[in-house]
């Protein structure tokens, strides 16, 4: 299962940031204009992901018209937010926050408000008004009453990252002519059932086994925890605050079982061993599974495959009432409150954020579905601007728009797990705790039961401090 870590002890990338958030000419006066300012913007990516931002930062340092400089550096995702923290006592001016981290540190009092009225450096409804509401929204935080969501905002979207199923076509092909004419490419528009997915992907396993003797090929790579108990009419938390377990309910441990079953019931998904000897990504990209899951950002490394592929719904449970729902990951854009260049970082991220050159050319680039609603439902769902034919995949981006806008109403998004909470530990937590029903030692079900006490004293600990 493809796993996110907010914090972990890994060496760290030293970098050296340029400015640190000072006005070079007199390190302790802020720049109230950001006329000729140079600021200091820290992210992490791919290869691919920091080329596409070298781009960006490259057209804002020629065309801004204060003349602002930029110097961008970045790291891996991995390391991100332990260097990010050692440098919390001299951030850089303009720095990513992922949303599972955003609770915490806007709380913290380290971010700067960006749509106070009252302020010179302020972001008004009207430029908002085109981003998706969804977007904007995640960055929103009540510092009295601790909720997000409403309240002040503390960051611009880098984007919406709606992750759903992806499949290598040509092998899905091949399987199909394998198999007689037995097995069709999956619907682009309508979810399966956890038993017609599974039914589907261990067809899809014999004719691999037929197709490639030598070299095993898997159905699907992985799958997703959050889809699944999402899509099977449940959630992580119960109550309106978010802060109690739900690990108990039957729909939860039962999606948690749909994914076992494709290892250990069907034999179309490696095992726990092999998924952490080879993550689905690489297995993927390497062309030795069918499915994996997939984000607007993989774009750009996607284009560079020597196959072609799509992207389907994630499948939902067997209820009628059941309803396709991936996750929304997303990104912020923030300033440090401690930042003496405010106005330059403000001009920069609303750039990056909000302008229909940055949108676009986020798209153009394959790292992201454009954060103005208007844009992503039209240009970038018909491919405007793209002539290459191989960078018009996937096909099917509608179902991006789709699980963000909710307007399909067999297709839904949901804000990840740890986005809630103020710290991801409970949810790592979580993760990690389950390797006894990937490995089949337990039933979901017999893991819930002794669990979900876990889980409710993880969420307990967290909030001590909140």
């Given amino acids: 299962m493809r796993k996110m870590r907010a914090l972990i002890a890994l060496p760290i990338l030293v970098l050296t940031l340029a400015s640190c958030g000072r006005n070079e000419d007199n390190p302790e006066q802020e720049n109230p204009t950001g006329e000729g300012a140079n600021i200091s913007f820290f992210g992490w990516g791919s290869n691919e992901e920091q080329a596409n931002f070298k781009k960006l930062v490259n057209y804002y340092n020629e065309h801004n018209e204060k003349k602002i400089h930029v110097i961008y550096s970045a790291t891996d995702s991995n390391n991100y937010m332990v260097s990010l923290s050692i440098k919390s006592e001299n951030l850089p001016d303009v720095f990513y926050m992922p949303d599972y981290s955003f609770y915490s540190w806007a709380a913290s009092g380290r971010l700067m408000r960006l749509d106070d009225t009252s302020s010179s450096l302020s972001i008004s409804e009207e430029e908002l008004d085109p981003i998706w509401d969804k977007a904007v929204d995640m960055y929103r935080f009540d510092k009295n009453s601790l909720t997000l969501g409403s309240g002040d905002l503390y960051g611009l979207p880098k984007d919406l990252g709606p992750y759903t199923l992806v499949y290598n076509k040509d092998?899905?092909?091949?399987?199909?002519?394998?198999?007689?004419?037995?097995?069709?490419l999956p619907s682009a528009t309508e979810p399966m059932?956890?038993?017609?997915?599974?039914?589907?992907?261990?067809?899809?396993?014999?004719?691999?086994?037929?197709?490639?003797?030598?070299?095993?090929?898997?159905?699907?790579?992985?799958?997703?925890?959050?889809?699944?108990?999402?899509?099977?009419?449940?959630?992580f938390y119960k109550g309106e605050d978010k802060r109690t377990s739900n690990v108990s309910d039957p729909n939860f441990y039962e999606a948690i079982q749909f994914i076992a079953d494709l290892n250990l019931k069907y034999?179309?998904?490696?095992?726990?061993?092999?998924?952490?000897?080879?993550?689905?990504?690489?297995?993927?990209?390497?062309?030795?599974c069918v499915f994996t899951n997939m984000g607007p950002w993989d774009m750009t490394s996607f284009w560079n495959l020597d196959f072609d592929f799509d992207v389907i719904p994630v499948a939902k449970g067997d209820d009628k009432d059941a309803k396709s729902t991936a996750w929304v990951g997303s990104v912020?854009?923030?300033?440090?409150?401690?930042?003496?260049?405010?106005?330059?970082?403000?001009?920069?991220?609303?750039?990056?954020?909000?302008?229909?050159?940055?949108?676009?050319?986020?798209?153009?680039?394959?790292?992201?579905?454009?954060?103005?609603?208007?844009?992503?439902?039209?240009?970038?769902?018909?491919?405007?601007?793209?002539?290459d034919e191989a960078k018009k995949r996937p096909e099917n981006k509608q179902l991006f728009v789709d699980i963000v806008s909710g307007e399909n109403p067999e297709i839904n998004g949901q804000n990840r797990a740890a986005y809630f909470c103020p710290s991801s530990t409970p949810y790592n937590n979580l993760l990690d705790s389950l390797n006894t029903v990937w490995t089949g030692q337990d039933t979901a079900e017999e893991w819930a039961a002794h669990y979900n006490a876990t889980f409710q004293k993880n969420l307990n600990d967290v909030y001590e401090f909140f």
């Fill in 171 to 184: 092998l899905l092909e091949e399987c199909i002519e394998s198999s007689g004419g037995k097995l069709a």
């Fill in 193 to 235: 059932t956890f038993t017609e997915f599974s039914e589907y992907c261990a067809a899809i396993q014999v004719e691999l086994d037929k197709i490639s003797p030598d070299v095993k090929k898997y159905a699907v790579s992985s799958y997703e925890i959050m889809p699944a108990v999402y899509s099977n009419n449940s959630d």
């Fill in 267 to 288: 034999r179309a998904m490696p095992s726990a061993a092999e998924q952490t000897t080879t993550n689905g990504f690489i297995r993927f990209q390497s062309g030795n």
């Fill in 332 to 387: 912020a854009y923030c300033i440090s409150q401690k930042s003496r260049n405010k106005a330059a970082a403000l001009d920069f991220i609303k750039f990056l954020s909000l302008s229909e050159e940055s949108n676009r050319m986020n798209y153009e680039l394959g790292q992201a579905m454009p954060n103005i609603e208007e844009m992503a439902k039209t240009d970038f769902v018909n491919n405007v601007g793209i002539d």
